[in-house]
């Protein structure tokens, strides 16, 4: 080694942030996975912020070290990974914006690159569900979350929003309705309407004391078996997280996943056809020290390293 050099490739200080220190590329092409920010906080319910989570994440990705000793694979080295930076996002208009995440979603899938998607707030699984069921048809789909986000309306006379993406998502028959599993539900609701209605929709809802009373691995055993086979869609609401571990976001819920237990039920998702990956509601304005984003990065490349093990 000369002088100034390091076992890593790069100081987690130096350079611009791209995610994980990938190149920045914004045309479709030439990637094995496409890493995409979509700043968008136009519907929240709760706090807002969600806008700048994908610059947070990125800044908090540049501390990776690139193996994981888990999964046993170097995903920056088995994969060509490139951030393609954010969608134009239109501030006023969920609509508009969904349509733009759309199609930068379909480019990347047609130039056959993977597709991990960076936050922004909820309503955007519902695009990028589109993008995904139409390259793949319908969809298995894994939700990390506190929330169903199954409402028909969140607010009145609006049907697009961040409590409803797969309500919306059912209703355009993007998803499988015997493969939909959510896990780490949890907090007081408006009434037990809530539930009953969200488990309607749902083909299984875990919450986090049914995760912890049946047992990490007895539930990764079981959603193992279920989506067996299956395209296998993977959205994580970072809320998911307890509080403790994951203060930046805009609907915190006490009582829900430690960081470890969510990294230990993602990566139990190996073996699984996996087809993409969206990870949302990081809202850096409440996330002070970084530990929000920190923790996101962390589970985007542990998504990153089950696309590497799909891989070998
Ligand atoms: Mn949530
Ligand atoms: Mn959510």
Redesign the pocket.
């Known amino acids: 080694m000369t002088v100034g050099e390091t076992s890593f490739a790069h100081q987690p200080f130096e350079g611009i942030a791209t995610f994980g220190h990938q190149p920045f590329k914004s045309e479709p092409g030439g990637a094995d996975v496409t890493i995409l920010g979509v700043p968008f906080d136009g519907t929240v319910s709760g706090r807002s912020g969600t806008r700048l989570g994908p610059r947070s994440i990125r800044e908090q990705s540049m501390c990776l070290w690139g193996y994981n000793n888990a999964l046993q694979v170097a995903p920056f080295k088995d994969l060509k990974v490139v951030d393609a930076g954010d969608v134009r996002v239109v501030p006023p208009d969920v609509v508009a914006t969904h349509r733009n995440c759309e199609l930068a979603a379909a480019s990347v899938l047609e130039s056959g690159s993977r597709l991990i998607t960076l936050g922004g707030e909820?309503s955007i699984s519902l695009p990028l569900l589109r993008a995904h069921a139409a390259k793949y048809g319908p969809l298995s789909v894994v939700q990390f979350?506190?929330?169903p986000?199954t409402w028909d309306q969140e607010y009145v006379g609006h049907r697009f929003s961040?409590g409803t993406p797969f309500r919306r998502a059912l209703e355009e028959e993007l998803i499988d309705p015997d493969g939909f599993v959510q896990l780490g539900i949890r907090g007081p609701t408006g009434s037990a309407q809530d539930y009953a209605d969200a488990r309607d929709c749902v083909t299984r809802m875990l919450t986090t004391d049914e995760i912890i009373d049946t047992g990490v691995p007895a539930v990764i055993e079981e959603i193992q078996n279920r989506l067996a086979g299956r395209p296998v869609y993977v959205t994580l609401?970072i809320?998911?997280a307890d509080p403790a571990f994951a203060p930046g976001?805009g609907?915190p819920?006490v009582g829900g996943l430690t960081s470890r237990e969510l990294l230990q039920l993602v990566r139990g998702l190996a073996g699984l056809q996996l087809v993409g990956f969206d990870l949302v509601?990081v809202s850096p304005p409440y996330d002070p020290s970084g530990i929000t984003a920190l923790l996101a990065a962390n589970l985007a490349f542990e998504f990153l390293s089950l696309l590497a093990v799909q891989s070998t």
């Open positions: 909820h979350d506190a929330h986000d961040h609401d809320d998911a976001t609907t819920e509601e």
